[in-house]
């Protein structure tokens, strides 16, 4: 059975750093692609970065770009999201995403069949 469980969510100001994880279990971690979305109150889900099963390839959202770096331990199982520069509006639910197709999703929250439950961030101003 697949469980993703985020964790490192908390509140902090703006400018101020997070860093969100992502246990894995219950699949060979190294074959699945991953990556991690936000959905904020009033706005729609939103697809911040994701990361190929090699790592080969990774996108960002153009709202992150430069600030969030998504990244894998293969032996702790586990994805990473360091949030850097952090802005009020970075403030969300973030959600980890798996997918265990041949086709690679990257931002499409459609093409993810495996979903953690979110870490909520919050940061003020």
């Known amino acids: 059975q697949v469980q993703l469980v985020e964790s490192g969510g908390g509140s902090v100001q703006a400018g101020g750093s997070l860093r969100l994880s992502c246990a894995a279990s219950g699949y060979t971690f190294t074959e699945y692609s991953m990556a991690w979305f936000r959905h904020a109150p009033g706005k729609e889900r939103e697809g911040v970065a994701a990361?190929?099963?090699?790592?080969?390839?990774?996108v960002y959202a153009d709202s992150v770009k430069g600030r969030f770096t998504i990244s894998k331990d293969h032996g702790k199982k586990t994805l990473y999201l360091q949030m850097n520069s952090l802005k009020p509006e970075d403030t969300a639910i973030y959600y980890c995403?798996?997918?265990?197709?041949?086709?690679?999703?990257?931002?499409?929250?459609?093409?993810?069949?495996?979903w953690g439950r979110g870490t909520q961030v919050t940061v003020s101003s």
């Open positions: 995403a798996a997918d265990s197709g041949l086709r690679w999703w990257r931002l499409q929250a459609t093409g993810y069949n495996y």
């Open positions: 990361i190929t099963p090699d790592d080969g390839r990774i």
